[in-house]
Nanobody, 116 residues
Framework: QVQLVESGGELVQTGGSLRLSCAAT????????MGWYRQAPGKQRELVAT???????NYADSVKGRFTISRDYAKDTINLQMNSLKPEDTAVYYC??????????WGQGTQVTVSS
């Protein structure tokens, strides 16, 4: 079993930056894929960014060039640096990991609100 705890979400103005962090209760070496998803009110959950064990990353078109996903093996965290934030980035952001048995785990989410 894995627990994921997100942090870093808050209210920020348009153009601002935030750094989200997801702390895992297990070594992130045990995951072959790690990522961030978001869900805005009235919308489906959508992929924001992923990073796989080999280091390749994937981003939603809407965040390319603005968001950067990274991992810290020493701290067992998955991070999302978000720059040039827009009101449309407002959502609950969820951390997601998949281990080598293809079992997926989700965090409880952290609220990001971007004011216009």
């Amino acid at each position: 079993q894995v627990q994921l705890v997100e942090s870093g979400g808050e209210l920020v103005q348009t153009g601002g930056s935030l750094r989200l962090s997801c702390a895992a209760t297990r070594s992130i070496f045990s995951f072959n894929r790690m990522g961030w998803y978001r869900q805005a009110p009235g919308k489906q959950r959508e992929l924001v960014a992923t990073i796989v064990a080999g280091g390749s990353t994937n981003y939603a078109d809407s965040v390319k060039g603005r968001f950067t996903i990274s991992r810290d093996y020493a701290k067992d965290t998955i991070n999302l640096q978000m720059n040039s934030l827009k009101p449309e980035d407002t959502a609950v952001y969820y951390c997601n990991v998949r281990d080598w048995t293809n079992t997926e785990y989700w965090g409880q989410g952290t609220q990001v609100t971007v004011s216009s």
